[in-house]
């Protein structure tokens, strides 16, 4: 032991054992040595960028994909609807659309009336040609809307024109059908697209009954 002389510690001769940090005499537990730890530094986010994410809810209409159409266009696949109707009261074969006539002659020959008193000129004649079928002498008449076969005009080419109760038939001195035509709303119109599949213009009959007294014009 030491005993305290001033502040100087001498041995007083006496020892002990101590038995892991305790001092059995005085029962004073004497302090275990911790090693400092190395400082952490602290980061300061002052110089770094602040990002902020903002999520926007896509609507239902957005997220369905929208089809894009295909500028190229086959040519090849384009049908050109014609019509054409069978009347008993005009006097000729008539259209208003020059481009369907081939072996065109140009020609005044004269004008033709309406029933609403309107008076249309007749510019010339062609021959209009479907599938294997040629009808000549069609008039070609400015203003005219609708595709016109005169019946009497067919019986002067020596061809048979039978009409039944819903069917019409136009046919040749062999009994073979060139024409067929149908009927609706109290009008007979072409049905050829079974005959001249083959053809790059089929004829198909719409009309409304609102307009069937187009098919009594008396030109």
């Known amino acids: 032991m030491f005993i305290t002389v001033g502040h100087i510690w001498r041995p007083t001769g006496r020892t002990f054992t101590l038995v892991g940090n ?35 809810r896509k609507s239902k209409a957005a997220k369905k994909k929208v089809p894009v159409s295909n500028p190229k266009i086959n040519k090849s696949l384009v049908v050109q609807i014609v019509l054409w109707y069978l009347d008993s009261g005009c006097s000729k074969h008539m259209t ?43 008039y070609f008449v400015e ?5 016109i076969f005169l019946v009497v005009q067919f019986c002067g080419l020596d061809l048979e024109v039978a009409f039944r109760q819903h069917t019409c038939f136009i046919r040749n001195l062999d009994s073979v059908d060139l024409l067929t035509c149908s009927r609706g709303n109290n009008l007979f119109t072409l ?19 609102t ?9």
């Open 22 to 56: 305790v001092c059995p005499l005085t029962r004073i537990a004497t302090t275990a040595i911790v090693p400092l730890r190395e400082p952490i530094p602290i980061e300061s986010n002052k110089d770094k960028p602040i990002v902020t994410l903002v999520y926007s």
């Open 143 to 147: 203003g005219l809307g609708h595709n």
């Open 211 to 219: 307009k069937s007294w187009l098919w009594h014009r008396r030109l």
């Open 191 to 209: 049905s050829l697209q079974d005959m001249i599949a083959s053809s790059p213009i089929c004829l198909l009959s719409k009309t409304s009954k």
């Open 96 to 138: 208003g659309d020059r481009s369907q006539l081939i072996n065109f002659v140009q020609k005044f020959l004269g004008t033709v009336k309406f029933r609403n008193d309107h008076v249309e000129k007749i510019m010339g004649y062609g021959d209009y040609k479907i599938g294997n079928v040629t009808i000549s002498r069609v």
